[in-house]
């Protein structure tokens, strides 16, 4: 299937995909604005780039998105002037999904003895 036919056929999208010149604004106005189907939920936990902030809150505002949920951001950490914040219809959440307790003492013991080994190499 193509990305046009997902969106004009699915009631919620995920995105996971890396952030390539290919994938770079690919969910952009034409595609949210003309091929979407109506009510579409779409979530980003890949990349901001993948998407145009611009024209996911404009599909919002004329309907055709029903929500947009994201953890990733044109400008992070999030600023004052970020065009999604605080809008009707969009959840933005911290980009810190694998960040348990257990996860952090795993990435500073993985540091050190990276840093143990370029010591010892």
């Known amino acids: 299937n193509s990305v046009e036919e997902m969106f004009a056929t699915c009631d919620i999208i995920s995105l996971h995909v890396p952030l ?3 994938t770079k604004g690919l969910v ?7 091929q ?3 009510g579409l939920t779409l979530i980003n936990t890949s990349r901001a780039g993948l998407i145009e902030e611009q ?3 404009d ?3 004329a309907g055709q998105l029903k929500g947009y949920l994201t953890d990733v951001l044109s400008i992070e950490p999030m600023s004052e002037l970020c065009l999604l914040r605080d809008k009707a219809g969009i959840l933005i959440t911290p ?10 003492q795993r990435q500073g013991s993985m ?10 190499g």
């Open 111 to 120: 540091a050190v003895n990276n840093l143990k080994n370029i010591s010892l």
């Open 95 to 104: 980009h810190i999904g694998s960040r348990t307790q257990e996860t952090i």
């Open 36 to 38: 979407t189907k109506s």
């Open 55 to 57: 024209d996911v809150l």
């Open 28 to 34: 952009s106005r034409k595609l949210l604005l003309e």
């Open 20 to 22: 390539l010149d290919t």
């Open 59 to 61: 599909a919002l505002e």
